[in-house]
């Protein structure tokens, strides 16, 4: 699939000798097509690895995307300058006037803060208020899914004894659901976090339904029966040194932390890392993108406000 994105973006260059397949917007423009329109919040702080992360698998389908960033104007940003975000990232108040067939919201390193404690928790409010009558289909990654449960459904997180990392195996619960559209039984997926949310808790909702769970990370993907919100919590997203890169952070400012599990060969930090999880990844984006947004978002997209849909809290 083109991704159309600014020609200017640092993650271009990167992206073309990997073989992905993007088209900058001088091209796009000649295609008479209706391309769909994709808003990503990066929530992530070192937002210039997200970008590529999630644009090569945005990549994965033969349709034409629009894609644009959204940083929190609430939150000053330690990792990414001050240009890059003015360059190529939106703010809420630019993008608040439009719509859009998919957004994906990142996860985020603040499991250990309350929800109303981090910074920008009542600007993210507003996207997931405004969500519901200018986007057809929400994409939730780790903590952004544990946000948007909680604000929307009231399920709450939980935190666990330690610090859930690596790759683990997850079952697929619902084998009929489009999301998992040719899935093995069991996938390997990377999961980094220190919270979770309860099986019991999302059962509770009728409209959600648990789409694939582990014995070691719980809940793994989970959906609302009309793919309008898809809730994943491990980082599908990540590439193949994204885990090592945090343990290292990890080990470096002292935080004594356990090495990922199954990920290094044989547990060995100073062994390579096989990917085992790329199928699975380039797998459940494509199936977003086709069945939760491409086959159902209006052709005109300003009929979402006509008919908004509303999430029911407990």
């Known amino acids: 699939m083109p991704i159309k994105l600014d020609k200017e973006l640092p993650a271009l260059d990167i992206l073309r000798k990997e073989n992905v397949f993007i088209m900058d917007n001088k091209r796009a423009k000649h295609q008479d097509i209706r391309p769909m329109d994709f808003l990503i919040v990066n929530l992530m702080p070192t937002k210039e690895v997200t970008e590529m992360q999630l644009l090569r698998l945005l990549a994965n389908t033969p349709l034409q995307i629009n894609v644009e960033f959204l940083y929190m104007t609430s939150h000053e940003s330690k990792n990414t300058t001050a240009e890059h975000l003015e360059t190529f990232y939106k703010t809420f108040d630019d993008v608040k006037h439009k719509y859009y067939d998919g957004l994906i919201i990142t996860g985020a390193p603040v499991e250990t803060l309350a929800y109303e404690e981090v910074d920008y928790w009542e600007e993210l409010c507003q996207i997931f208020d405004w969500a519901k009558s200018h986007v057809y289909s929400t994409l939730h990654l780790c903590w952004g899914a544990q946000a948007g449960l909680y604000y929307k459904y009231g399920i709450k997180k939980v935190l666990l004894e330690e610090k859930l990392s690596g790759i683990f195996s997850q079952t697929v619960k619902q084998p009929s659901n489009p999301i998992v559209r040719g899935f093995d039984d069991c996938f390997m997926a990377p999961h980094s976090r220190y919270t979770e949310v309860r099986h019991e808790d999302v059962d509770k909702v009728d409209r959600l339904e648990v789409i694939a769970e582990g014995p070691t990370v719980g809940l793994s993907i989970v959906a609302s029966k ?27 400012v002292g935080k004594n932390p356990n090495v990922p599990a199954h990920y290094y060969l044989n547990d060995d930090p100073n062994q390579e890392v096989p990917m085992q999880w790329n199928l699975a990844a380039t797998t459940f984006f494509s199936n977003w993108i086709n069945y939760a947004v491409y086959q159902e978002t209006p052709y005109q997209l300003e009929e979402l406000e006509k008919e908004p849909w509303f999430y029911g809290y407990l």
Do not use: A, I, P, Q
């Open 226 to 252: 009309d793919l309008r919100e898809v809730y994943s919590f491990g980082h599908l997203e990540y590439d193949r040194e994204t885990l090592d890169r945090e343990y290292k952070r990890d080990v470096k």
